[in-house]
Protein backbone atom coordinates (compact mmCIF):
# COMPACT_ATOMS: atom_id res chain seq x y z
CA UNK A 1 0.00 0.00 0.00
CA UNK A 2 1.28 3.56 -0.90
CA UNK A 3 1.47 6.29 1.40
CA UNK A 4 -2.18 7.72 2.45
CA UNK A 5 -2.38 11.34 1.24
CA UNK A 6 -3.05 13.84 4.18
CA UNK A 7 -6.89 15.82 3.72
CA UNK A 8 -6.16 19.23 2.19
CA UNK A 9 -7.21 20.96 5.39
CA UNK A 10 -4.05 18.76 7.19
CA UNK A 11 -1.61 19.71 4.72
CA UNK A 12 0.98 22.40 6.09
CA UNK A 13 0.33 24.56 3.76
CA UNK A 14 -3.11 24.60 3.97
CA UNK A 15 -3.08 25.00 7.93
CA UNK A 16 -0.47 28.10 7.38
CA UNK A 17 -2.97 29.69 5.62
CA UNK A 18 -5.82 28.79 8.21
CA UNK A 19 -3.82 29.93 10.48
CA UNK A 20 -3.01 33.39 8.90
CA UNK A 21 -6.23 34.04 8.19
CA UNK A 22 -7.67 33.47 11.40
CA UNK A 23 -4.89 36.03 12.69
CA UNK A 24 -5.76 38.77 10.09
CA UNK A 25 -9.44 38.13 10.83
CA UNK A 26 -8.59 39.18 14.37
CA UNK A 27 -6.24 42.26 14.18
CA UNK A 28 -9.09 43.85 11.40
CA UNK A 29 -12.13 43.09 13.36
CA UNK A 30 -10.05 44.92 16.20
CA UNK A 31 -8.84 47.55 14.41
CA UNK A 32 -12.39 47.91 12.28
CA UNK A 33 -14.24 48.24 16.06
CA UNK A 34 -11.57 50.98 16.85
CA UNK A 35 -12.06 52.76 13.74
CA UNK A 36 -15.99 52.44 13.85
CA UNK A 37 -16.13 53.51 17.64
CA UNK A 38 -14.08 56.55 17.17
CA UNK A 39 -16.04 57.40 14.22
CA UNK A 40 -19.66 57.29 16.00
CA UNK A 41 -18.38 58.89 18.80
CA UNK A 42 -17.04 62.08 17.28
CA UNK A 43 -20.31 61.93 15.31
CA UNK A 44 -22.00 61.86 18.05
CA UNK A 45 -19.85 63.99 20.59
CA UNK A 46 -17.90 66.59 18.39
CA UNK A 47 -14.58 67.37 19.72
CA UNK A 48 -15.15 66.04 23.25
CA UNK A 49 -14.90 62.36 22.28
CA UNK A 50 -11.67 63.02 21.20
CA UNK A 51 -10.38 64.30 24.56
CA UNK A 52 -10.83 60.62 26.14
CA UNK A 53 -10.50 58.90 23.15
CA UNK A 54 -7.69 56.46 25.02
CA UNK A 55 -10.32 55.85 27.54
CA UNK A 56 -12.95 54.41 25.21
CA UNK A 57 -10.74 52.41 23.08
CA UNK A 58 -7.24 52.13 24.71
CA UNK A 59 -7.39 48.68 26.05
CA UNK A 60 -8.38 46.94 22.41
CA UNK A 61 -5.79 49.14 21.01
CA UNK A 62 -3.19 47.79 23.27
CA UNK A 63 -4.41 44.48 23.02
CA UNK A 64 -4.33 44.63 18.83
CA UNK A 65 -0.67 46.01 19.18
CA UNK A 66 0.86 43.29 21.71
CA UNK A 67 -1.18 40.84 19.35
CA UNK A 68 0.75 42.25 16.31
CA UNK A 69 4.43 41.41 18.11
CA UNK A 70 3.29 37.60 16.66
CA UNK A 71 4.07 39.00 13.27
CA UNK A 72 7.76 39.38 13.78
CA UNK A 73 7.66 35.49 15.00
CA UNK A 74 5.80 35.06 11.54
CA UNK A 75 8.24 36.56 9.34
CA UNK A 76 11.35 34.70 11.30
CA UNK A 77 9.91 31.25 10.91
CA UNK A 78 9.12 32.02 7.19
CA UNK A 79 5.19 32.00 7.38
CA UNK A 80 4.52 35.37 6.41
CA UNK A 81 7.30 36.61 3.43
CA UNK A 82 8.62 40.27 4.45
CA UNK A 83 11.58 41.42 5.56
CA UNK A 84 12.28 41.26 9.42
CA UNK A 85 14.23 44.71 9.92
CA UNK A 86 10.96 47.13 8.37
CA UNK A 87 8.69 45.40 10.95
CA UNK A 88 11.05 45.60 13.82
CA UNK A 89 11.38 49.47 13.48
CA UNK A 90 7.48 49.64 12.93
CA UNK A 91 6.17 47.74 15.96
CA UNK A 92 8.87 49.40 18.02
CA UNK A 93 7.72 52.63 16.88
CA UNK A 94 3.96 51.89 17.80
CA UNK A 95 5.04 50.31 21.39
CA UNK A 96 7.33 52.63 22.63
CA UNK A 97 4.59 55.33 21.61
CA UNK A 98 1.48 53.49 22.89
CA UNK A 99 3.01 51.64 25.54
CA UNK A 100 5.81 53.81 27.21
CA UNK A 101 4.48 57.19 26.07
CA UNK A 102 0.74 57.31 26.06
CA UNK A 103 -0.33 54.59 28.62
CA UNK A 104 2.08 55.80 31.52
CA UNK A 105 0.89 59.58 31.17
CA UNK A 106 -2.69 60.28 32.19
CA UNK A 107 -2.37 63.86 30.77
CA UNK A 108 -0.90 62.71 27.21
CA UNK A 109 -3.79 60.74 26.78
CA UNK A 110 -6.55 63.63 26.60
CA UNK A 111 -4.60 65.35 23.64
CA UNK A 112 -6.14 65.89 20.53
CA UNK A 113 -3.50 64.46 18.52
CA UNK A 114 -3.57 60.87 20.41
CA UNK A 115 -7.17 60.43 18.76
CA UNK A 116 -5.57 61.76 15.56
CA UNK A 117 -2.97 59.00 15.57
CA UNK A 118 -5.27 56.42 16.29
CA UNK A 119 -7.13 57.29 13.72
CA UNK A 120 -4.62 57.62 11.51
CA UNK A 121 -3.22 54.19 12.65
CA UNK A 122 -6.54 51.90 12.67
CA UNK A 123 -7.52 53.29 9.40
CA UNK A 124 -3.82 52.00 7.73
CA UNK A 125 -4.52 48.58 9.44
CA UNK A 126 -7.83 47.90 8.54
CA UNK A 127 -7.24 48.24 4.87
CA UNK A 128 -3.64 46.42 5.14
CA UNK A 129 -5.42 43.58 7.11
CA UNK A 130 -7.85 43.53 4.72
CA UNK A 131 -5.86 42.98 1.83
CA UNK A 132 -3.55 40.43 3.74
CA UNK A 133 -6.67 38.30 4.81
CA UNK A 134 -7.89 38.32 1.36
CA UNK A 135 -4.52 37.32 -0.37
CA UNK A 136 -3.74 34.94 2.12
CA UNK A 137 -6.94 32.48 0.46
CA UNK A 138 -6.22 33.74 -2.73
CA UNK A 139 -8.96 36.52 -3.42
CA UNK A 140 -7.68 39.60 -5.22
CA UNK A 141 -9.13 42.97 -5.96
CA UNK A 142 -7.20 45.19 -8.04
CA UNK A 143 -9.02 48.36 -6.07
CA UNK A 144 -8.09 47.03 -3.20
CA UNK A 145 -4.38 45.81 -3.83
CA UNK A 146 -3.72 49.58 -5.09
CA UNK A 147 -5.50 50.87 -2.75
CA UNK A 148 -3.23 48.81 0.41
CA UNK A 149 -0.03 49.81 -1.04
CA UNK A 150 -1.10 53.81 -1.80
CA UNK A 151 -2.78 54.08 1.12
CA UNK A 152 0.02 54.42 3.18
CA UNK A 153 1.88 57.34 1.41
CA UNK A 154 0.08 60.14 2.85
CA UNK A 155 -0.76 58.52 6.06
CA UNK A 156 2.50 56.80 7.11
CA UNK A 157 4.01 60.50 7.48
CA UNK A 158 1.17 61.64 8.74
CA UNK A 159 1.35 58.95 11.57
CA UNK A 160 4.99 59.38 12.52
CA UNK A 161 4.61 63.35 12.87
CA UNK A 162 1.41 62.87 15.17
CA UNK A 163 4.12 60.37 17.16
CA UNK A 164 6.34 62.71 17.25
CA UNK A 165 3.98 65.14 18.59
CA UNK A 166 2.67 62.80 21.16
CA UNK A 167 6.47 62.59 22.36
CA UNK A 168 6.75 65.77 22.52
CA UNK A 169 3.61 66.96 24.08
CA UNK A 170 5.23 64.20 26.63
CA UNK A 171 8.53 65.68 27.40
CA UNK A 172 6.90 68.46 30.19
CA UNK A 173 5.14 64.98 32.53
CA UNK A 174 7.75 63.34 32.21
CA UNK A 175 10.54 65.97 33.62
CA UNK A 176 7.79 66.74 35.81
CA UNK A 177 6.89 63.27 37.36
CA UNK A 178 9.98 61.78 37.04
CA UNK A 179 8.36 58.80 34.63
CA UNK A 180 10.65 55.65 34.11
CA UNK A 181 13.99 58.55 35.23
CA UNK A 182 15.68 56.74 38.12
CA UNK A 183 18.84 57.66 40.18
CA UNK A 184 21.85 54.60 39.22
CA UNK A 185 24.90 54.12 41.69
CA UNK A 186 28.23 56.14 41.62
CA UNK A 187 26.11 59.78 41.67
CA UNK A 188 24.60 58.69 38.29
CA UNK A 189 21.03 59.02 37.12
CA UNK A 190 18.97 57.46 33.58
CA UNK A 191 17.16 60.29 32.66
CA UNK A 192 14.00 59.69 30.59
CA UNK A 193 12.92 63.08 28.22
CA UNK A 194 16.70 62.33 27.00
CA UNK A 195 16.40 59.17 25.93
CA UNK A 196 12.67 60.31 24.24
CA UNK A 197 14.77 63.47 22.59
CA UNK A 198 17.00 61.32 20.91
CA UNK A 199 14.41 58.94 19.96
CA UNK A 200 12.72 61.80 18.54
CA UNK A 201 15.64 62.07 16.12
CA UNK A 202 15.98 58.43 15.63
CA UNK A 203 12.44 58.11 14.93
CA UNK A 204 12.48 59.97 11.58
CA UNK A 205 15.42 58.27 10.34
CA UNK A 206 13.31 55.34 10.69
CA UNK A 207 10.57 56.61 8.38
CA UNK A 208 13.24 57.01 5.80
CA UNK A 209 13.96 53.65 5.63
CA UNK A 210 10.98 52.26 6.66
CA UNK A 211 9.72 54.47 3.69
CA UNK A 212 11.97 53.55 0.89
CA UNK A 213 10.86 49.34 2.05
CA UNK A 214 7.51 50.15 1.65
CA UNK A 215 7.53 51.86 -1.67
CA UNK A 216 9.95 49.30 -3.06
CA UNK A 217 7.08 46.59 -1.59
CA UNK A 218 4.55 48.51 -3.35
CA UNK A 219 6.22 49.04 -6.42
CA UNK A 220 7.13 45.07 -6.85
CA UNK A 221 3.45 43.98 -5.96
CA UNK A 222 1.73 46.77 -8.54
CA UNK A 223 4.14 45.29 -11.15
CA UNK A 224 3.36 41.63 -10.73
CA UNK A 225 -0.71 42.34 -9.83
CA UNK A 226 -1.59 42.90 -13.63
CA UNK A 227 0.32 39.76 -14.65
CA UNK A 228 -1.47 37.56 -12.30
CA UNK A 229 -4.90 39.14 -14.00
CA UNK A 230 -3.96 38.43 -17.65
CA UNK A 231 -2.83 34.22 -16.26
Known amino acids: MGPVALPTWLQPRYRKNAYLFIYYLIQFCGHSWIFTNMTVRFFSFG ?5 DTFYAIGLVMQLCQSISLL ?3 HIYVGIESNHLLPRILQLTERIIVLFMVITSQEE ?36 LTWFSQTLWMPIYPLCVLAEAFTIYQSLPYFESFGT ?4 LPFDLSFYFPYVLKIYLMMLFVGMYFTYNHLYSERRDILRVFPNKKKM
Open 71 to 73: ELL
Open 180 to 183: YSTK
Open 47 to 51: KDSMV
Open 108 to 143: VQEKYVVCVLFIFRNLLDMVRYTYSMLSVIGISYAV
